[in-house]
């Protein structure tokens, strides 16, 4: 299922394979929450820009159009028209972020709806049986994400719920697969290690999921405000905790720079909703640095956003262009915008590996991990 096939340090360069693919990683995924691309992307397009995992959400595709509907349309491979790997999370992390009013129990959370304030009641098992009815290849366990900063005590109490939820999550998910109708029966589960920015629960919960031999572990609950180095302090203070046989996953990080900063701490699975979200507001990546296109000296620039870059959207479109379809705020100007970051990313991880595979990941990272967070 998962191989590693060269280190460098802590980094690794691997091979993962599920019911719909291979995966090389390092890698980003793509997020689609609602099963779309956010900025006018289908999984058609996904094709075109190197996407090798797309990433879709359970407590949204839950809510709207209904996961019953996405089993009866022949699960989200189907119904989206993506059929390599998706991941789903487990809309832990929505619940406690986007809805209103929750209530939190040792069975599950109760919450009200974003879209209609309907009263929704979500555990682990019904997260398992979302899950599965959506049909993906990596489900995610249920857990909380704690709000930063949190209390000792309370990040306490809450990971060791987390660690109950987990064990309901393996046995719940083991069930589902077993059944004679499920969607994709070779579904995987990756366990989410929590514990705020407290290493101590952090070690002493890795060291507890890890118990339970998930397909994969995942570090949830970061980059949601703590400062930059903290995150990588508890990356660094987590990992000699991970099983070295399994793949690694930091949730919803981060920039280009993080990306490489975590694969240097031996991280193998990324996705965030920031090369989508800043495209929309007119932010693109370069391999020199970021830049915002709405910028007048870009009024008259010739150039494609990236002279280095070979996305369909450098391929044919000028700096002039992207600038003016923002200014008239043309619908195409998200998309395009959308295509060339998602394509950044993907190619960055895809630098990564090649960087990994020739033994030169710490050349690149001295080239790049500054030189990215810049601005042109
Ligand atoms: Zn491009």
């Known amino acids: 299922m998962f191989e590693v096939l060269k280190t460098e340090g802590k ?32 999984a058609l397009d996904l094709k075109e820009i190197g996407c090798q995992v797309e990433l879709s959400n359970t407590y949204h595709l839950h809510l709207r159009p209904g996961d019953q509907v996405v089993r009866q349309m022949g699960g989200l491979h189907k119904f989206m028209r993506w059929d390599g790997p998706i991941l789903t999370d487990s809309g832990g992390f929505q619940v406690f972020s986007l809805s209103g009013l929750r209530k939190i129990k040792e069975e599950g ?36 994400c704690v709000e930063n900063p949190a209390t000792y005590e309370y990040a306490k109490a809450s990971c060791e719920r987390t660690l109950r939820w987990l064990e309901r999550c393996v046995a719940e998910h083991n069930r589902l697969n077993a059944l004679p109708d499920t969607v994709n029966p070779r579904q995987m589960l990756f366990g989410i290690n929590q514990g705020a920015t407290f290493e101590d629960l952090r070690i ?26 903290v995150m990588y302090d508890i990356i660094d203070a987590v990992e000699p905790w991970m099983p070295a046989d399994k793949p690694r996953y930091l949730m ?50 010739e150039r494609p956003i990236d002279p280095d870059c070979d996305c369909p959207v450098c391929r044919n479109f000028s700096r002039a262009y992207l600038r003016h379809l923002f200014a008239a705020e043309e619908m195409l100007a998200m998309r395009l915008a959308v295509l060339h970051n998602l394509y950044f990313y993907n190619k960055l991880t895809q630098r990564i590996r090649q960087a990994l595979d020739e033994g030169q990941f710490a050349a690149f990272r001295a080239e790049y991990s500054e030189k990215l967070s810049g601005r042109l």
């Open 11 to 42: 980094a690794r360069r691997g091979v993962f394979t599920c019911a719909h693919g291979t995966v090389q990683t390092p890698v980003f995924m793509n997020v689609g929450t609602q099963g779309a691309i956010k900025g006018a992307v289908s």
């Open 109 to 144: 959370v109760t919450f009200a709806s974003h879209i209609d304030g309907r009263r929704i009641f979500m555990g682990p098992e019904e997260s398992m049986q979302i899950q599965s009815n959506l049909g993906s290849d990596i489900a995610m366990a249920f857990d909380e």
């Open 204 to 229: 002493w919960h890795m060291k507890e999921i890890a118990k339970l031999d998930c397909d994969g572990y995942a570090i949830g609950g970061l980059a949601v405000g703590e400062p930059t180095q």
């Open 252 to 301: 919803g990080v981060g920039t280009p720079s993080n990306i490489i900063e975590g694969v240097a701490r031996g991280v193998d699975f990324f996705d965030c909703v920031m090369p989508a979200r800043n495209a929309r507001h007119a932010k693109l990546f370069t391999w020199s640095g970021a830049l915002n296109i709405r910028n007048e000296k870009y009024k008259l620039d």
